[in-house]
């Protein structure tokens, strides 16, 4: 909690980010998704995501219908732009955890209409069907987004819920099986 130190931090993600945007603006993303929806650095790090689904699409994406149908024929696993879709082995599911936090950044900021399509795009995987978390994000996706965002707006962080699968950390894109319940 010292601020020197994130700035720090933060010093080194930008430089990271500007190295290497595909991957390292979700690592931004990591470091601020739980500050206050309404803060500088929540809406840095949710502007990070964006920037990463640029870098990966070659373009501005729509931020108010983010449908990435269009960009599919971009997919691949090799290069650096691997970091963007779910081809590689190291991370078999990064394109539906991706659309999972873009989703779930999106609810907390209170842009259901774009959150709806940015949980559907997660579908647009290859492997979908396989990915252990679907379900979490078909849940989430189903539930009342409404509801979900007015939970991060009345300022009390207590009752804020998980922005990704709880307990899992970055699991959710690289496992290739459900990890078994903690007991």
Not at 68 to 93: D, F, I, M, N, V
Not at 101 to 117: D, E, M, Y
Not at 153 to 180: F, I, K, M, Q, W
Request: proline fraction near 8%; glycine fraction near 6%; include cysteine.
């Amino acid at each position: 909690m010292d601020p020197g130190t994130i700035a720090k931090g933060d010093q080194i993600l930008d430089m990271a980010a500007y190295q290497f945007p595909e991957f390292n603006n979700f690592n931004r993303w990591a470091a601020h998704n739980t500050d206050p929806k309404d803060s500088d650095s929540y809406k840095k790090a949710l502007d990070s995501l964006w920037q990463a689904l640029d870098a990966c699409a070659g373009t501005m994406v729509d931020r108010s219908n983010p449908d990435l149908k269009p960009y599919l024929y971009l997919q691949t696993a090799t290069g650096r732009k691997k970091a963007c879709w779910s081809e590689g082995t190291l991370a078999p599911h990064s394109f539906e955890g991706f659309m999972l936090n873009l989703g779930s950044g999106l609810v907390k900021a209170g842009q259901i209409g774009a959150a709806r399509v940015m949980f559907a795009n997660a579908q647009y995987a290859d492997h979908y069907a396989d990915w252990p978390y679907r379900g979490y994000l078909e849940q989430m996706a189903n539930s009342d987004l409404s509801a979900r965002a007015a939970l991060y707006a009345d300022n009390n962080p207590l009752n804020d819920p998980p922005l990704a699968v709880p307990n899992r950390g970055c699991s959710y894109c690289h496992a290739t099986a459900p990890e078994p319940p903690k007991p």
